[in-house]
């Protein structure tokens, strides 16, 4: 396979992951950072936008795996890229929604 299409179901991965906390977040009705904030991922963005900004990560994500999901032998490795990036974009985002809600940031 490809090395390109491992790099797009990491991508979608993080995808999925990113648009996770920012969709439930604004179906909730609270509001919470997005990068259309300001500052850019530190202020609070409005739940609405951020209902929008969610379901944009997650259609991307679910887009990506799609029209680029690997077929035959290859359909562990591509599980094991997908859970890669949503893990590698969760480690992130907690570290950095951490840092923002303790007031470090």
Known sequence: MH??????EFLSGAFLANGVPHFVQGISGNPFQSPFAKPPGVG????????????????????????????????????IAVGLGALLMSIQAAKHFGKVRSGRL
């Open 3 to 8: 090395w390109y299409l491992y790099l797009l």
């Open 44 to 79: 609070e963005s409005s739940p609405l936008s951020n209902v929008l900004w969610g379901f944009g990560n997650l259609m991307a994500g679910a887009l990506l795996l799609h029209f680029f999901w690997l077929w035959g032998d290859a359909v562990a490795a591509g599980w």
